[in-house]
């Protein structure tokens, strides 16, 4: 049962009282004659105040492009869009004819950085960076 600290809390809650949200949540199963004593506290506070307040967790969440090669690029535009890319997400594959096609190898390490559009005029020679659906 709520007790108010103060008259002025007893006069402000008089009408509305702070009771849980969900009256079948089972805290302690009790045998007959038991009880539990117990006072709780509620403070309210922000993380400027104390790191307590702060709502933070070890969860963290990264958007993950799709990298689409829409036309093949090969030979020594191959080899530029690798060059290219300063986190390695581009490679080469030979083909069986002595020939060389960039692949998509390593699309986790893309940061988005939009190098290969750019330096390589990605979107004419048929490369798409999209956000994942």
Same mark, same amino acid.
């Given at each position: 049962?709520?007790?108010?600290?103060?008259?002025?809390?007893?006069?402000?809650?008089?009408?509305?009282?702070?009771?849980?949200?969900?009256?079948?949540?089972?805290?302690?199963?009790?045998?007959?004659?038991?009880? /539990? !004593?117990?006072?709780?506290?509620?403070? =309210?506070?922000?993380?400027?105040? &104390?790191?307590?307040?702060?709502?933070? @967790?070890?969860?963290?969440?990264?958007?993950?492009?799709?990298?689409?090669?829409?036309?093949?690029?090969?030979?020594?535009?191959?080899?530029?869009?690798?060059?290219?890319?300063?986190?390695?997400?581009?490679? /080469? !594959?030979?083909?069986?004819?002595?020939? =060389?096609?960039?692949?998509?190898? &390593?699309?986790?390490?893309?940061?988005? @950085?939009?190098?290969?559009?750019?330096?390589?005029?990605?979107?004419?020679?048929?490369?798409?960076?999209?956000?994942?659906?």
């Amino acid at each position: 049962k709520w007790q108010p600290w103060s008259e002025a809390q007893a006069l402000q809650f008089k009408d509305d009282p702070p009771i849980p949200v969900e009256p079948d949540i089972l805290i302690a199963q009790l045998r007959s004659g038991q009880e /539990i !004593e117990c006072e709780c506290y509620c403070e =309210k506070g922000v993380g400027k105040e &104390h790191a307590k307040w702060s709502p933070v @967790c070890t969860a963290h969440y990264r958007l993950q492009p799709v990298i689409t090669l829409t036309k093949d690029i090969t030979g020594d535009d191959a080899e530029r869009l690798k060059a290219v890319c300063p986190m390695g997400v581009f490679d /080469i !594959e030979d083909l069986p004819k002595g020939g =060389k096609k960039a692949i998509v190898a &390593h699309p986790r390490k893309c940061t988005t @950085c939009r190098e290969c559009l750019e330096s390589f005029n990605g979107e004419e020679q048929g490369l798409v960076l999209a956000k994942h659906k």
